[in-house]
Nanobody
Framework: QVQLVESGGGLVQPGGSLRLSCAAS????????IGWLRQAPGKEREELLC????????YYTDSVKGRFTISRDKAKNTVYLQMSSLKPEDTAIYYC??????????????WGRGTQVTVSS
């Protein structure tokens, strides 16, 4: 069964860090570009970063540059989103997704269920 499952979300204080995981089953993550997106309450979904099958990563949102990084562990079939210097405005549901392409797409058509990140004191 093909699945993307996000984990690692939770409550963190401003300035803190979290690492989100996107674990794949039923297919090899290293063949496809994987993106991380988020959706805050009352806001549109926002694309954050993408890692291509080549390993090249692309940022789509200036607000996370220098604070978020994306990486992939082929052995664990998992893509990570390392987040640091978290701010209350980072509060959102975070999703990983793919468009079944090797390069980072303009749109995604397969999504995980998401993991909630709340940044609050």
């Amino acid at each position: 069964q093909v699945q993307l499952v996000e984990s690692g979300g939770g409550l963190v204080q401003p300035g803190g860090s979290l690492r989100l995981s996107c674990a794949a089953s039923g297919f090899g993550l290293d063949f496809y570009a994987i993106g991380w997106l988020r959706q805050a309450p009352g806001k549109e979904r926002e694309e954050l970063l993408c890692i291509a099958s080549s390993g090249h990563s692309t940022y789509y949102t200036d607000s996370v540059k220098g604070r978020f990084t994306i990486s992939r562990d082929k052995a664990k079939n998992t893509v990570y989103l390392q987040m640091s210097s978290l701010k209350p405005e980072d509060t959102a549901i975070y999703y990983c997704a793919t468009a079944w392409s090797s390069s980072c797409p303009s749109e995604y058509d397969y999504w995980g269920r998401g993991t909630q990140v709340t940044v609050s004191s």
